[in-house]
């Protein structure tokens, strides 16, 4: 399985959502809260700019935020990436 890796803020609700997507799916991640500031441009390099909560990781592809998440799984491509 792939190292999941999400990047987050206690209050961001999109953050909230892809957590709960990923428990759903019964996947593992690691969460990063960005409150220090190296953390949130280590992210930001890491998201190719973006700046925005969450940021989602899976192995090393940049999924992006949680509609990026979302859409993706809709489509049916999160599944093979979480899976066992």
């Known amino acids: 399985m792939a190292t ?3 990047y987050t803020t206690p209050t961001c609700p999109y953050c909230h959502a892809a957590k709960a997507l990923l428990e759903e799916k019964g996947a593992a991640f690691t969460e990063i809260a960005v ?3 190296a953390l ?3 992210m930001t390099q890491r998201a190719n700019g973006r700046r ?4 989602i990781f899976i192995g090393s ?4 935020g949680y509609n990026d998440m979302a ?3 809709r ?3 999160l599944d093979p990436l979480v899976a066992p």
Do not use: M
């Open 40 to 42: 949130r441009q280590t």
């Open 35 to 37: 409150f220090d500031p």
């Open 75 to 77: 489509s049916s491509g």
């Open 61 to 64: 592809a940049h999924i992006g």
């Open 4 to 6: 999941i890796e999400i």
């Open 52 to 55: 925005t909560i969450p940021q």
């Open 71 to 73: 859409a993706l799984d």
